[in-house]
Nanobody, 123 residues
Framework: VQLQAFGGGLVQTGDSLRLPCAAS????????MGWFRQAPGKEREFVAAITWSGGITYYADSVEGRFTISRDNAEHTVYLQMNSLKPEDTAVYYC?????????????????WGQGTLVTVSS
């Protein structure tokens, strides 16, 4: 399984950014997917997750209402739309595939991880 997240970059406070994550080598549509992030000097934290059908999503409190996770199973891609970005959103963002069907914030339930893409939000 290979996951490739991209779309990161340097933006200003209040800007928007969309991160795609392309998946290959697995039955993409059968698995929940998630986004996590890791800021400098901090542990990796959950951002958002989505079921295989896209019908159920789950967000961290810190991004609820600003970020939207979605997926296109035909394109084997999951997206993270990030709006109203803040400096505290600065981190490397990772996508991952889950071993369970329900969306989860628990990193141990995710078995494949992408390389990550850096998002920097300037104040």
């Amino acid at each position: 399984v290979q996951l490739q997240a991209f779309g990161g970059g340097l933006v200003q406070t209040g800007d928007s950014l969309r991160l795609p994550c392309a998946a290959s080598g697995r039955t993409f549509s059968s698995h929940s997917m998630g986004w996590f992030r890791q800021a400098p000097g901090k542990e990796r934290e959950f951002v958002a997750a989505i079921t295989w059908s896209g019908g159920i999503t789950y967000y961290a409190d810190s991004v609820e209402g600003r970020f939207t996770i979605s997926r296109d199973n035909a394109e084997h891609t999951v997206y993270l739309q990030m709006n109203s970005l803040k400096p505290e959103d600065t981190a490397v963002y990772y996508c991952a595939t889950s071993r369970v069907q329900y969306p989860s914030a628990e990193p141990s339930l995710y078995d494949y991880w992408g390389q990550g893409t850096l998002v920097t939000v300037s104040s």
